[in-house]
């Protein structure tokens, strides 16, 4: 039998760091008031063999508390794990960014990362083909930075009015309840938009080798915004150092089978061994100038910026050095949102990192509560200002004045945060239903098939494809997914056609 692993040893680890003792040993148990109990393992009965009776409020409250362990898991990226560790710059950019994380070479900022799938639910299998969630919270002194990244550059759509649906057609048959595959492709079919993000689905990297042999990136355009608010376009790219490793698909199904929880275990062993993974932090830069003269829109996150007109410049690195101390109250409880910006870094014009930035903090009051942002894990900081009240509230401001203005004092605005923004511009235009689906949805793909992937790659490419595709019914739905790759090349509409021909459901 193989040598057992921090992660299963995870009870008897945690027992001898105690020294072989439970540190409340010695200490009485309690109700969840403080309140000493008489007996822990038996309930009150009227004589032995009697009905137990209301007085036996310990037991409701076990049972009540019981009932209430669960919260709505994540309507997306349910399933995920997370770690702690820092980032720390490595090359200067402070020309770019007034942000402190940025501030000097060397500086370090402590980060939180959840790794997570898309689409399945909160006990689904780590080796499935969907992309991945890499979300960063960086913690720094002028409160949280969230990059709440994929593992792919680019995304579905563009639109965030097109999220809803997209999803849907991802998740469960709403009569069967099951993964469904004409739903699957009968959206991709009908949105050209996203062919560029489902060739990455079904290229190598579909299904990455646990979450540590995986890049990261923000994905949207955001702004960088420098000294005397000179703006600057950005795109956050984090490399693995750990190399990039993908499962072989017929491995990975094996694996959702024995080893469901396959990536969380990869991740929290390695950290408890000491092995600590790192990613290396890169930015693409464009200024507003290099945007206008474009010929494509810089702030659709359908398209990559070409690395070769837009180099990769090195800015730092992060480590993940601890695991979470409780998964519920460090993992599951946190809660990252795209609209988490630190002077120094900005949103931009992306319609769906606008979509995103309402999105994110609507999902936590609905799976937090009102007062998700005093969970540690969330915002460890004292916060000032004059919101108050509502579902556990635990830092309200004391007696401090609950409006704004006031004749008793308060907080003041940062003088230092209004050089963190862009200067003002001048936005204009007529106000109507623009839809953007006439932009060129095949370029970038057919450069990703003709020049990123080797003759290897494009065969195994169209073979997963296929394999997913075999199992849609209606033949309309095929023959369009079909005719949709067609358009990026015809080699790959004819390479997926003869795989497909080798397959039975
Ligand atoms: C999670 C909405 C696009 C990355 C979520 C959640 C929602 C959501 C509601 C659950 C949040 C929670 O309960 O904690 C949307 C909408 C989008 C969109 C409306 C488009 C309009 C994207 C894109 C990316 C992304 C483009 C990556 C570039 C993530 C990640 C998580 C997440 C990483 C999990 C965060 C965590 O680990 O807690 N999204 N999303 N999403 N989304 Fe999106």
């Given at each position: 039998?193989?040598?057992?692993?921090?992660?299963?040893?995870?009870?008897?680890?945690?027992?001898?760091?105690?020294?072989?003792?439970?540190?409340?040993?010695?200490?009485?148990?309690?109700?969840?008031?403080?309140?000493?109990?008489?007996?822990?393992?038996?309930?009150?009965?009227?004589?032995?063999?009697?009905?137990?009776?209301?007085?036996?409020?310990?037991?409701?409250?076990?049972?009540?508390?019981?009932?209430?362990?669960?919260?709505?898991?994540?309507?997306?990226?349910?399933?995920?794990?997370?770690?702690?560790?820092?980032?720390?710059?490595?090359?200067?950019?402070?020309?770019?960014t007034i942000s402190k994380v940025f501030e000097r070479?060397?500086?370090?900022?402590?980060?939180?990362?959840?790794?997570?799938?898309?689409?399945?639910?909160?006990?689904?299998?780590?080796?499935?083909?969907?992309?991945?969630?890499?979300?960063?919270?960086?913690?720094?002194?002028?409160?949280?930075?969230?990059?709440?990244?994929?593992?792919?550059?680019?995304?579905?759509?563009?639109?965030?009015?097109?999220?809803?649906?997209?999803?849907?057609?991802?998740?469960?048959?709403?009569?069967?309840?099951?993964?469904?595959?004409?739903m699957f492709w009968d959206y991709m079919s009908l949105?050209?938009?996203?062919?560029?993000?489902?060739?990455?689905?079904?290229?190598?990297?579909?299904?990455?080798?646990?979450?540590?042999?995986?890049?990261?990136?923000?994905?949207?355009?955001?702004?960088?915004?420098?000294?005397?608010?000179?703006?600057?376009?950005?795109?956050?790219?984090?490399?693995?150092?750990?190399?990039?490793?993908?499962?072989?698909?017929?491995?990975?199904?094996?694996?959702?089978?024995?080893?469901?929880?396959?990536?969380?275990?990869?991740?929290?062993?390695?950290?408890?061994?000491?092995?600590?993974?790192?990613?290396?932090?890169?930015?693409?830069?464009?200024?507003?100038?290099?945007?206008?003269?474009?010929?494509?829109?810089?702030?659709?996150?359908?398209?990559?910026?070409?690395?070769?007109?837009?180099?990769?410049?090195?800015?730092?690195?992060?480590?993940?050095?601890?695991?979470?101390?409780?998964?519920?109250?460090?993992?599951?409880?946190?809660?990252?949102?795209?609209?988490?910006?630190?002077?120094?870094?900005?949103?931009?014009?992306?319609?769906?990192?606008?979509?995103?930035?309402?999105?994110?903090?609507?999902?936590?009051?609905?799976?937090?509560?009102?007062?998700?942002?005093?969970?540690?894990?969330?915002?460890?900081?004292?916060?000032?200002?004059?919101?108050?009240?509502?579902?556990?509230?635990?830092?309200?401001?004391?007696?401090?004045?609950?409006?704004?203005?006031?004749?008793?004092?308060?907080?003041?605005?940062?003088?230092?945060?209004?050089?963190?923004?862009?200067?003002?511009?001048?936005?204009?235009?007529?106000?109507?239903?623009?839809?953007?689906?006439?932009?060129?949805?095949?370029?970038?793909?057919?450069?990703?098939?003709?020049?990123?992937?080797?003759?290897?790659?494009?065969?195994?490419?169209?073979?997963?494809?296929?394999?997913?595709?075999?199992?849609?019914?209606?033949?309309?739905?095929?023959?369009?997914?079909?005719?949709?790759?067609?358009?990026?090349?015809?080699?790959?509409?004819?390479?997926?056609?003869?795989?497909?021909?080798?397959?039975?459901?």
């Amino acid at each position: 039998m193989s040598k057992p692993t921090p992660a299963q040893q995870q009870l008897e680890l945690w027992y001898s760091k105690n020294k072989k003792k439970h540190p409340d040993s010695d200490e009485h148990s309690t109700d969840a008031s403080g309140v000493p109990l008489v007996y822990k393992d038996t309930s009150i009965t009227v004589g032995k063999y009697g009905p137990i009776v209301l007085t036996d409020w310990n037991l409701i409250e076990q049972l009540a508390s019981f009932n209430r362990e669960r919260i709505s898991e994540r309507i997306v990226h349910a399933k995920g794990a997370g770690a702690f560790g820092y980032f720390e710059v490595t090359d200067d950019i402070t020309d770019l960014t007034i942000s402190k994380v940025f501030e000097r070479v060397g500086k370090k900022t402590p980060i939180a990362v959840r790794f997570s799938q898309v689409a399945g639910n909160l006990g689904s299998a780590d080796t499935v083909r969907d992309p991945r969630g890499f979300a960063i919270k960086f913690y720094t002194e002028e409160g949280i930075w969230d990059l709440v990244g994929n593992n792919t550059p680019i995304f579905f759509m563009r639109d965030p009015i097109n999220f809803p649906m997209f999803i849907h057609s991802q998740k469960r048959n709403p009569v069967t309840n099951t993964r469904d595959w004409n739903m699957f492709w009968d959206y991709m079919s009908l949105s050209p938009e996203s062919i560029h993000q489902f060739m990455i689905l079904f290229s190598d990297r579909g299904i990455p080798d646990g979450h540590r042999h995986m890049n990261g990136y923000g994905s949207h355009t955001f702004s960088l915004i420098g000294p005397d608010r000179k703006l600057t376009w950005v795109k956050f790219i984090y490399r693995t150092d750990q190399g990039i490793k993908n499962l072989d698909p017929d491995k990975a199904d094996k694996l959702a089978g024995t080893d469901p929880d396959y990536a969380l275990e990869d991740l929290y062993n390695a950290i408890s061994r000491g092995q600590f993974p790192s990613w290396t932090f890169y930015i693409q830069t464009m200024t507003p100038e290099q945007a206008k003269k474009l010929d494509f829109n810089p702030f659709d996150i359908t398209k990559v910026w070409p690395q070769k007109q837009f180099p990769l410049k090195r800015v730092g690195k992060f480590v993940l050095n601890r695991n979470p101390t409780n998964y519920f109250a460090e993992v599951e409880q946190i809660a990252f949102q795209p609209s988490n910006l630190t002077p120094g870094i900005g949103a931009s014009a992306d319609r769906l990192l606008q979509g995103r930035l309402f999105s994110y903090p609507d999902a936590h009051r609905y799976r937090l509560g009102i007062n998700y942002n005093e969970i540690p894990v969330n915002c460890p900081f004292r916060v000032r200002n004059f919101q108050r009240d509502g579902h556990m509230a635990i830092n309200n401001q004391g007696g401090a004045p609950n409006y704004h203005p006031n004749s008793f004092g308060g907080p003041e605005v940062s003088k230092n945060a209004e050089k963190g923004v862009s200067k003002p511009s001048t936005v204009s235009g007529e106000e109507y239903w623009f839809n953007l689906g006439k932009e060129d949805n095949y370029t970038q793909p057919r450069c990703m098939y003709l020049n990123v992937l080797n003759a290897g790659a494009k065969d195994r490419l169209a073979k997963n494809i296929a394999s997913a595709l075999v199992k849609v019914t209606v033949e309309d739905i095929k023959n369009r997914v079909i005719t949709e790759f067609g358009k990026v090349h015809t080699d790959l509409a004819q390479s997926i056609k003869s795989h497909l021909q080798n397959l039975t459901i």
